[in-house]
Nanobody, 115 residues
Framework: QVQLVESGGGLVQAGGSLRLSCAAP????????MDWYRQAPGKQRELVAS???????NYVYSVKGRFTISRDNAKNMVSLQMNSLKPEDTAVYYC?????????WGQGTQVTVSS
């Protein structure tokens, strides 16, 4: 079973920054999109940011201008730089990697923003 490894979550005060990273095994090839989702308690999982194979990015409106998604194709990694964090950003964050045939999810990392 393929496992994505996430890191970088934690507790931060409002206005602070965190950087999440997600690494996929080298056995996964032809990666298309790489995404970050989040799920807050009692809420549905939502797509936060996405980056295509060509580097094109998309963000949910609530994080535009604060979060930046990036990818390193040589290392099969995707990162999410989160600045100006708000308490409403508190959630478990998941990475997802999609190829032409499969989707792979990370185990989730907790991000908690205190007011």
């Amino acid at each position: 079973q393929v496992q994505l490894v996430e890191s970088g979550g934690g507790l931060v005060q409002a206005g602070g920054s965190l950087r999440l990273s997600c690494a996929a095994p080298g056995s996964i090839s032809r990666i298309r999109t790489m995404d970050w989702y989040r799920q807050a308690p009692g809420k549905q999982r939502e797509l936060v940011a996405s980056i295509g194979s060509g580097g094109n990015t998309n963000y949910v409106y609530s994080v535009k201008g604060r979060f930046t998604i990036s990818r390193d194709n040589a290392k099969n990694m995707v990162s999410l730089q989160m600045n100006s964090l708000k308490p409403e950003d508190t959630a478990v964050y998941y990475c997802k990697i999609s190829t032409a045939w499969s989707e792979y999810w990370g185990q989730g990392t907790q991000v908690t923003v205190s007011s």
